[in-house]
């Protein structure tokens, strides 16, 4: 589940390396796109996630996430995360069991969507690869490297995008088992009026579900 959700969170992921020509102008884009989305009172986003395994079979799924300072709500895989930006609460949908537990430094880093952008400060190398059109939308194309292959899961990450809009479009992900997840924005929304209770677990509206307090 931890890896599912990593993979949602992390919507752009960079870091601070020399890594041939173009890599200032990778920086500068991914910093461009960070200093927007912080901008942004609230996100909205709706998404597709593509798992292709390495026989060719795909698994397609659709989600949500909702993001508030550093707050958030996700939706994945028939279950839902709720972060107040203290405690999260994972409530797997089907075994009818919410687990709670309190957001640690390491976590809120990892999971938090407000902090994903500024992960480019460790852990990547990465090199820009071409400005190019794909459906009907010009983007930018950054692949990202782990500076520590041995303990990653992935062997690279590709970024696109929007060029207009500085707004991540598409992410995908190439794990060394040549599993590939690809994940896709379908609609980016900002500045609404989102709720606190939002980001919260309300147990009211949830009757019959196990509570599983790991605090």
């Not at 707050?71 to 709670?100: A, F, P, R």
């Not at 957001?103 to 190019?132: C, H, W």
Request: a positive charge; hydrophobic letters at 35%; charged letters at 25%.
């Amino acid at each position: 589940m931890k890896k599912i959700i990593s993979l949602i969170s992390v919507l752009a992921i960079c870091s601070v390396a020399v890594f041939g020509q173009n890599t200032k102008n990778a920086k500068e884009i991914l910093d461009k796109v960070s200093q927007k989305t912080k901008s942004y009172s609230t996100v909205n986003i709706t998404y597709s996630m593509v798992h292709t395994s390495p026989d060719g079979a795909n698994d397609k799924t659709n989600g949500t996430l909702l993001m508030k300072g550093n707050k958030y709500q996700i939706s994945i895989l028939d279950n839902m995360l709720y972060c107040d930006g203290k405690t999260l609460w994972t409530h797997m949908i089907e075994e009818k069991e919410v687990v709670v537990s309190t957001v640690g430094k390491d976590d809120s880093d990892m999971l938090n969507p407000a902090k994903v952008l500024t992960m480019y400060e460790k852990g990547f190398k990465y090199k820009f690869i071409q400005d190019r059109f794909e459906a009907s939308r010009a983007i930018y194309v950054i692949d990202l490297y782990p500076e520590d292959v041995a303990n990653s899961e992935y062997s690279k990450v590709r970024l696109s995008i929007d060029k207009d809009k500085s707004q991540l479009w598409k992410a995908e992900y190439f794990a060394k088992d040549g599993n590939k997840y690809t994940i896709t924005v379908n609609t980016f929304k900002v500045n609404e009026q989102i709720p606190d209770a939002s980001f919260t677990f309300d147990k009211a509206k949830n009757p019959g579900v196990k509570v599983i307090d790991e605090r």
